[in-house]
């Protein structure tokens, strides 16, 4: 089975700076991908960044950025420029590759961020 | 709009009520969803439904019953529930074998049990 641990419940940021959201994971799968997920106060989950497990090269999209270390199992995301917007719960998760049975999210337990003005 | 759309988004019940949750997609998505998130706990996997088949069951208490009578909608039926099945009901769905892009999410619906 695979776990994903977010060690920040919560963490601020000035608006305009920078902050980076630590999540590790376990597991034996080699083909795998990794999300970052983002939910605002309306509740909705909205992708924020994907990695492919068997991919070297880092996901960025926008000012949001990851570091992926698969030796290390890690999955940090990087929020740069940070705005008013961007204060939601974050949420990392994992999913196996090559499931037909159906692509199962194992999320991590979320990093409350506050942007502050 | 996000393609994923759950009804209704707030609702109590009584323990003794029967009651169903709805989601729809107008994704063309194959596989469905069911996620039950408490607070200071993660997401929790309920069912999952690929291609109208029910995949997984997590060990969900039989007081909960999913029905999936096409690949556009699920259902959950509640009934004789508890206090502690308070919780944010979310749906969700993704195209099985197609790169793995992850779930497009519904806003979820809040279930209070009095």
């Known amino acids: 089975a695979q776990t994903v641990t977010q060690s920040q419940p919560e963490m601020s940021v000035q608006e305009a700076e920078t902050v980076t959201l630590s999540c590790t994971y376990d597991t034996s799968e080699n083909n795998y991908y990794l999300f970052w997920y983002k939910q605002p106060p309306s509740r909705q989950m909205i992708l924020v960044i994907r990695q492919e497990a068997y991919k070297q090269q880092n996901a960025t999209e926008n000012r949001f950025s990851v570091n992926f270390q698969k030796a290390a199992k890690s999955f940090s995301l990087k929020i740069s420029d940070s705005q008013l917007g961007d204060t939601a719960m974050y949420f990392c998760?994992?999913?196996?590759?090559?499931?037909?049975?159906?692509?199962?999210?194992?999320f991590g337990g979320g990093t409350r961020l506050m942007v502050k003005p | 709009e996000t393609g994923v759309t759950q009804t209704p988004r707030h609702l109590v019940m009584g323990m003794t009520n029967k009651k169903s949750l709805k989601c729809e997609q107008h994704l063309g998505h194959n596989a469905m969803y069911w996620y039950k998130q408490s607070a200071k706990k993660p997401l929790e996997l309920m069912f999952v439904y690929n291609f109208k088949e029910q995949t997984e069951n997590n060990s969900v208490p039989s007081r909960f019953s999913p029905e999936c009578p096409n690949s556009s909608h699920l259902f959950l039926h509640l009934h004789t529930l508890q206090p502690e099945d308070s919780a944010l009901y979310l749906c969700?769905?993704?195209?099985?074998?197609?790169?793995?892009?992850?779930?497009?999410f519904g806003s979820g619906t809040r279930l209070t049990v009095v």
């Open positions: 998760a994992f999913m196996k590759g090559n499931n037909n049975a159906g692509n199962m999210l194992t």
């Open positions: 969700a769905s993704s195209q099985v074998a197609r790169g793995n892009y992850g779930y497009t």
